[in-house]
């Protein structure tokens, strides 16, 4: 269990009333502890309810951690903080002081998070719902292709030397898994796309991408793995790493393990562990990162690390099938460095980036709107 200090309390409390009085630089140094994020998280989950069936606890709240700060013994000090904090905590969520404005909980209730869907085109041109429910597959495909709650699409490693393709397509809100013909794993992320051979019969194993998807690549000296997206082509042996080229947004490959080389814009790059190819029309760059922080999504949680604010909103649309719009475009650029778990509620998500970021949101139906404080 976290161990939060006196001034752990009280740094959150000025993020949350007094936001306006830090500067950007305080708050994402506070930020950078992974046990401050928690705490901001603690906070976000308290409910709301009516103020006026709470007015008497939050003003005891308020003494108590009044003197709670200014209080010697530690763990006293500690204890009282932690139950007052959630008592003021509680009010201000019911009398609207933080957080957003939901326009009727029941529409906020019908925004849920994505889920394991899919749909598998087979090379006949015939169409198959995928979910976590589905284990019959068609006849035609049978002992070829497995689908299983858990594991997802598996295919068999000896299927014949006919080279056929199928398509694997998952919506917005949609997450699957695939295991190759070869071994290779892939992690495909909403709203994209890949294309694969049923059974790799050629020299080279090549599969076709549109928008995420984690690779695990079976190493194969003797046939070589390629990724190809609109704008790269990506040429691996035995390797983990994530791409991610959705239209009209900037591509980047972040190689977490082995090694792979990147032929874009008549440039052919080498990438190391720990290293990101960034691709614009014009332009490629290549930075060191913390590959867990492009991951995640992967391992049901998206972490954030300065990261502006509409490249966050743009993952919160695809996984919670919303549309998020900005009274003022400078909100987008407002960095935000925080990680939320992929299957929370997004009432939970809409809080703790209104306590960092100091914006307000209101909504409606599946409409977000964010606005300065």
């Avoid at 002081?97 to 090379?123: D, F, H, W, Y």
């Avoid at 014009?282 to 995640?296: A, L």
Wanted: charge should be negative; proline fraction near 3%; include cysteine.
């Amino acid at each position: 269990m976290i161990e939060y200090t006196p001034e752990d309390y009280e740094f959150a409390l000025r993020i949350l009333h007094h936001r306006e009085d830090l500067t950007e630089e305080e708050v994402s140094r506070w930020m950078d502890e992974p046990e401050h994020l928690e705490l901001l998280r603690e906070m976000a989950f308290v409910r709301m309810s009516q103020y006026e069936e709470n007015r008497e606890e939050i003003i005891l709240g308020k003494r108590r951690l009044n003197r709670a700060l200014h209080g010697t013994r530690r763990l006293w000090v500690i204890g009282t903080v932690a139950a007052s904090i959630l008592i003021i905590l509680g009010g201000l969520f019911q009398i609207g002081m933080i957080g957003g404005r939901l326009r009727g909980s029941t529409e906020v209730a019908a925004i849920t998070p994505g889920s394991n869907k899919a749909q598998l085109i087979l090379s006949d041109g015939e169409v198959v719902d995928l979910h976590a429910a589905v284990r019959q597959l068609p006849l035609s495909v049978t002992g070829i292709i497995r689908n299983d709650s858990l594991e997802g699409l598996k295919y068999s490693g000896n299927v014949g030397m006919k080279e056929e393709y199928n398509v694997l397509q998952t919506p917005v809100g949609g997450f699957y898994h695939l295991e190759l013909s070869d071994g290779t794993r892939v992690w495909l992320n909403a709203c994209s796309e890949l294309r694969y051979p049923v059974s790799f019969v050629r020299k080279e194993r090549r599969v076709m991408l549109k928008g995420e998807a984690y690779f695990q690549v079976s190493r194969d000296s003797s046939r070589p793995f390629y990724v190809q997206t609109s704008r790269q082509n990506i040429r691996v042996l035995g390797t983990s790493f994530n791409v991610r080229s959705y239209p009209a947004d900037q591509e980047y490959t972040t190689l977490e393990s082995g090694r792979v080389s990147i032929h874009c814009l008549g440039q052919d790059c080498l990438l190391r562990p720990g290293e990101q190819l960034r691709l614009s029309d014009t332009s490629v760059v290549i930075v060191p990162v913390r590959s867990e922080n492009y991951i995640g999504w992967k391992n049901q949680c998206w972490v954030y690390d300065n990261c502006m604010l509409k490249e966050v909103f743009k993952d919160l649309e695809r996984w919670y099938n919303v549309q998020i719009e900005l009274e003022d475009e400078s909100i987008g650029l407002r960095h935000f460095t925080g990680n939320f778990r992929r299957y929370d509620n997004i009432n939970t998500v809409l809080e703790m980036i209104g306590l960092v970021a100091h914006v307000k949101y209101e909504v409606e139906g599946r409409e977000i709107v964010f606005s300065w404080k």
